[in-house]
């Protein structure tokens, strides 16, 4: 015998979290281009390395994604998700080194904020379009 589908929440139910989730998502993506610019202007000791090499590899992946999010893209969420993982485990490895510890976790906590945020984002985001097309 087939297994019944769970039935979907209701508009009611998802509206505010969509908001919610999307509002946080923004803002943590907006944190960490935040955290990153801050770190390596003024803290980070680069050994000689040229600051806008760095910035530049550090924030193209953020930058692509960006437009996506603003526009409440659930794909742009999704990609996200992946993008992100990069930045959860710098923060990992920084927080492993008693100079750049600070900086390490305030990456793992942000990253992790984001990467909860938009998949959240996503998964509501498609049972809201799923409901209104008419699906129960």
């Given at each position: 015998m087939a297994k019944r589908a769970k039935p979907l929440p209701a508009l009611a139910w998802l509206a505010p979290r969509l908001r919610l989730t999307r509002a946080l998502s923004l803002a943590c993506l907006v944190g960490l281009i935040a955290l990153l610019l801050v770190n390596n202007l003024w803290f980070a000791n680069l050994h000689g390395a040229r600051v806008e090499v760095i910035?530049?590899?550090?924030?193209?992946?953020?930058?692509?994604v960006l437009p996506g999010m603003l526009m409440g893209s659930a794909r742009a969420h999704a990609w996200t998700c992946f993008v992100v993982n990069i930045y959860f485990i710098k923060g990992?490895?920084?927080a492993f080194d008693p100079a750049r510890a600070l900086f390490g976790w305030m990456e793992t906590l942000v990253s992790l904020g984001l990467f909860v945020s938009a998949l959240l984002y996503v998964r509501w985001k498609f049972q809201h379009e799923r409901r209104l097309a008419g699906e129960c």
């Open positions: 910035l530049a590899v550090e924030l193209i992946p953020l930058l692509l990992v490895l920084a």
